[in-house]
């Protein structure tokens, strides 16, 4: 493996915004600092003077494979996912079969390893084929992932959330809940995670009063993480079917609010791609992976958050939840880095998605901030053509 050494760059992360080099080396961060002596086993980068940032993590995506690989495969969504920054990618359970058992993680895990592209963690549903009524085997699941959820789905069965909740605790894994309706599901939890413990994640949220109730349960002391897409703080008040909703102005603007003042600790894509026919006959989600950062900072921008703060929503902070080696542009930690120009305005075009899902009701949207190279262990798996 080729030395590579990114020269003439800003650096950001959410703990540092300075200018230099970067040097990796066997697929690591070497050094951080003005370099001039190099070996000729070096590839080096002229950064132009873009930004150079930790690449993105994704706490919430949707692949599609097994089961659904007419909407997106795990060859297509890692594809998309580099061409936005992305080089870890938490896949939902919700797949056909559901990944509830060692066979079917297995075939998501073994087929990631060949296709040799982002790092996938493959989320194992809390419930039996998602019907929230039997907990799935735990202890045999905890060998591929410490990520549970039904997400798609929401577990009514008050029962089966605080014994999900209770084991976590016990078994150190985290919960991620799917809250629909949001407000409800989300108060029942954070009253369940008082009252027993665990470790409690709270997907996609996307009201004013759930962010009310965020604050309320954190300035208590009481310990999850939460958090929003990239559309949720993107638009308003627009009639697309997503789920949760495209909501008003006022529960954007506490979302915004919510993310500045440090009550929203991730920015998770919720990629949900569907076929064209799926779509229209009523199936929610969208298809944002390849301009979810895009999107983010555009809005990011307009309200003065700094790209520190974004960094740590997009990065940092999913490294610190997932235990990741990543996150920072640091000495020691893992070569995972997206290139970004922050001044290059384009166009949303949905039909140059590597996504097989093309279901995104911004095209033709003008958005800011271009990807330009994404490296996953010291290796290019995507440059902006």
Same mark, same amino acid.
């Given at each position: 493996?080729?030395?590579?050494?990114?020269?003439?760059?800003?650096?950001?992360?959410? +703990?540092?915004?300075?200018?230099?080099?970067?040097?990796?080396?066997?697929?690591?961060?070497?050094?951080?600092?003005?370099?001039?002596?190099?070996?000729?086993?070096?590839?080096?980068?002229?950064?132009?003077?873009?930004?150079?940032?930790? &690449?993105?993590?994704?706490?919430?995506?949707?692949?599609?494979?097994?089961?659904?690989?007419?909407? #997106?495969?795990?060859?297509?969504?890692?594809?998309?996912?580099?061409?936005?920054?992305?080089?870890?990618?938490?896949?939902?359970?919700?797949?056909?079969?559901?990944?509830?058992?060692?066979?079917?993680?297995?075939?998501?895990?073994?087929?990631?390893?060949?296709?040799?592209?982002?790092?996938?963690?493959?989320?194992?549903?809390?419930? +039996?084929?998602?019907?929230?009524?039997?907990?799935?085997?735990?202890?045999?699941?905890?060998?591929?992932?410490?990520?549970?959820?039904?997400?798609?789905?929401?577990?009514?069965? #008050?029962?089966?959330?605080?014994?999900?909740?209770?084991?976590?605790?016990?078994?150190?894994?985290?919960?991620?809940?799917?809250?629909?309706?949001?407000?409800?599901?989300?108060?029942?939890?954070?009253?369940?995670?008082? /009252?027993?413990?665990?470790?409690?994640?709270?997907?996609?949220?996307?009201?004013?009063?759930?962010?009310?109730?965020?604050? /309320?349960?954190?300035?208590?002391?009481?310990?999850?993480?939460?958090?929003?897409?990239?559309?949720?703080?993107?638009?308003?008040?627009? #009639?697309?079917?997503?789920?949760?909703?495209?909501?008003?102005?006022?529960?954007?603007?506490?979302?915004?609010?919510?993310?500045?003042?440090?009550?929203?600790?991730?920015?998770?894509?919720?990629?949900?791609?569907?076929?064209?026919?799926?779509?229209?006959?009523?199936?929610?989600?969208?298809?944002?992976?390849?301009?979810?950062?895009?999107?983010?900072?555009?809005?990011?921008?307009?309200?003065?958050?700094?790209?520190?703060?974004?960094?740590?929503?997009?990065?940092?902070?999913?490294?610190?939840?997932?235990?990741?080696? /990543?996150?920072?542009?640091? #000495?020691?930690?893992?070569?995972?880095?997206?290139?970004?120009?922050?001044?290059?305005?384009?166009?949303?075009?949905?039909?140059?998605?590597? &996504?097989?899902?093309?279901?995104?009701?911004?095209?033709?949207?003008?958005? =800011?901030?271009?990807?330009?190279?994404?490296? =996953?262990?010291?290796?290019?798996?995507?440059?902006?053509?």
């Amino acid at each position: 493996m080729k030395n590579i050494l990114i020269k003439n760059v800003n650096i950001v992360d959410a +703990k540092k915004n300075i200018c230099g080099d970067v040097l990796i080396k066997d697929g690591k961060i070497y050094s951080i600092k003005n370099i001039e002596n190099i070996d000729e086993n070096t590839k080096i980068i002229d950064g132009k003077g873009f930004t150079l940032l930790p &690449s993105f993590i994704d706490m919430h995506t949707h692949l599609r494979d097994p089961g659904y690989t007419q909407k #997106e495969d795990l060859e297509t969504g890692q594809k998309a996912a580099l061409k936005g920054g992305y080089t870890t990618l938490c896949a939902m359970a919700n797949t056909d079969p559901v990944c509830d058992n060692k066979e079917t993680i297995e075939y998501v895990l073994n087929k990631a390893k060949e296709l040799d592209l982002c790092n996938i963690i493959q989320i194992c549903a809390v419930t +039996k084929n998602l019907e929230g009524k039997e907990i799935v085997n735990i202890d045999e699941m905890l060998s591929y992932t410490k990520l549970f959820s039904d997400d798609g789905k929401t577990i009514f069965d #008050e029962d089966i959330m605080k014994k999900a909740l209770a084991f976590s605790k016990d078994l150190d894994f985290k919960v991620l809940t799917h809250c629909q309706p949001e407000f409800k599901i989300v108060d029942r939890d954070l009253s369940l995670l008082e /009252e027993v413990g665990g470790n409690l994640h709270i997907c996609h949220i996307s009201l004013k009063k759930t962010v009310e109730r965020i604050k /309320e349960a954190k300035n208590k002391g009481l310990k999850f993480t939460c958090e929003v897409t990239p559309h949720h703080i993107f638009k308003s008040d627009i #009639e697309y079917k997503v789920n949760p909703s495209f909501r008003k102005k006022e529960d954007v603007s506490a979302l915004i609010e919510g993310i500045k003042e440090g009550y929203i600790d991730v920015i998770g894509t919720d990629h949900a791609p569907h076929t064209k026919e799926d779509k229209e006959n009523g199936s929610p989600g969208i298809s944002l992976i390849e301009a979810a950062f895009s999107m983010v900072y555009k809005v990011f921008e307009e309200n003065n958050i700094s790209l520190n703060k974004l960094s740590q929503l997009m990065s940092y902070n999913p490294a610190q939840i997932l235990n990741l080696n /990543e996150g920072l542009i640091q #000495e020691g930690y893992e070569a995972n880095l997206v290139l970004v120009d922050l001044q290059e305005e384009y166009k949303i075009e949905t039909k140059k998605f590597i &996504s097989k899902g093309k279901n995104n009701p911004f095209d033709e949207e003008l958005v =800011k901030g271009k990807v330009k190279l994404t490296i =996953k262990n010291g290796k290019i798996l995507h440059k902006d053509q």
